[in-house]
């Protein structure tokens, strides 16, 4: 596998960053607006948004990127009101990991409206009025999910999908994928529970994860959580009841720290990652394409990847798994 970092780079975009087409003529105020601030996938986020900010202003550019969103992922009215307060700044651009995608189309319409461009990250919104979307393959991720939890059972047993959140795109798509895959490959797997929903923290995350264990912990043979907070919470819950370290399989998404650590413990039996640096990276970057006049793809994929304990060690994926986030966000 290349360095993620370098692999991933859409030629069009790499070439033009090695040029010097890049010319002072103005400052650039960048809005990056995140679902959450509290949770370590924003904060990788966060240094990659910050370490686009570096390179422009190496390149000549004076590039201000301000940083700024909702504590938790469940705050619909306060993102919207972080997009109108930018709006009436009148900010260059935003980018925009939006956390419902249908509460946020009417802030990213009236922002494109009033001329201040939108890039849409990490997870979709159902309109088209936005430069371009920079995220993972979020379904591709659910599905080798799927896959890899139906390998673990041998194609047999009993499987819990922990939902996150209604109107989370990103994590929608990774539930969605994960029971394709299932459905497809291993149809001799039950599905059963897959209507709860985590909810925005651990603390909400780990009393969704009790309740189930309490109904269904000693029938239950797989796990999939579909984001950072469940899958720690998850992980907890089963380590509580004496379920953890494979008893029963378990497979989450994100690398949060902890859930790294649970991997090397042997408590979660896979992680499905993604580059959130390298997202929020290229969310500034294609931006600001845009605003220079340059075409940018609508669609980028930054990239998804399947971590166990056999490739942990690899340096491709220890960059992933251990970004050097302060080198960043000091």
Not at 125 to 133: A, C, G, N
Request: net charge positive.
């Amino acid at each position: 596998m290349k360095p993620p970092l370098q692999s991933l780079l859409p030629l069009a975009l790499l070439a033009s960053l090695a040029t010097s087409a890049y010319a002072a003529e103005k400052n650039y105020t960048i809005a990056v607006i995140p679902k959450g601030t509290t949770h370590e996938f924003w904060k990788s986020i966060n240094a990659g948004a910050f370490k686009a900010r570096q390179e422009l202003n190496e390149k000549g550019l004076k590039v201000e990127v301000i940083w700024k969103g909702p504590l938790k992922e469940d705050d619909r009215d306060q993102q919207i009101q972080v997009v109108e307060n930018f709006m009436s700044r009148r900010v260059s651009g935003m980018v925009l990991a939006p956390l419902d995608s249908q509460a946020l189309v009417k802030p990213v319409a009236s922002a494109v409206q009033a001329r201040i461009p939108v890039v849409i990250i990490d997870s979709g919104l159902k309109s088209e009025r936005y430069v371009s979307f920079v995220a993972t393959d979020n379904y591709k991720g659910g599905q080798m999910a799927g896959e890899h939890l139906g390998k673990l059972l041998g194609g047999k047993g009993n499987i819990i999908l922990l939902r996150y959140a209604v109107g989370s795109a990103s994590t929608e798509e990774r539930e969605a994928g994960f029971l394709e895959a299932l459905k497809r490959k291993y149809p001799e797997i039950k599905i059963i529970s897959s209507d709860q929903y985590a909810g925005p923290t651990r603390e909400t995350g780990y009393q969704a994860s009790q309740n189930l264990l309490n109904r269904y912990g000693r029938e239950v043979d797989g796990i999939f959580c579909p984001c950072e907070p469940p899958t720690i919470a998850m992980a907890k819950a089963l380590r509580d009841i004496g379920k953890a370290g494979g008893k029963v399989k378990m497979v989450g998404f994100d690398a949060g720290s902890q859930s790294v650590q649970d991997l090397k413990n042997g408590d979660v039996q896979g992680l499905i990652v993604q580059n959130p640096v390298w997202m929020g990276y290229l969310g500034v970057m294609t931006l600001m394409e845009h605003l220079q006049g340059k075409k940018v793809e609508k669609r980028i994929d930054t990239g998804v990847y399947l971590v166990t304990q056999e490739n942990m060690e690899q340096p491709e994926i220890k960059e992933l798994l251990y970004p050097p986030l302060e080198k960043y966000l000091k």
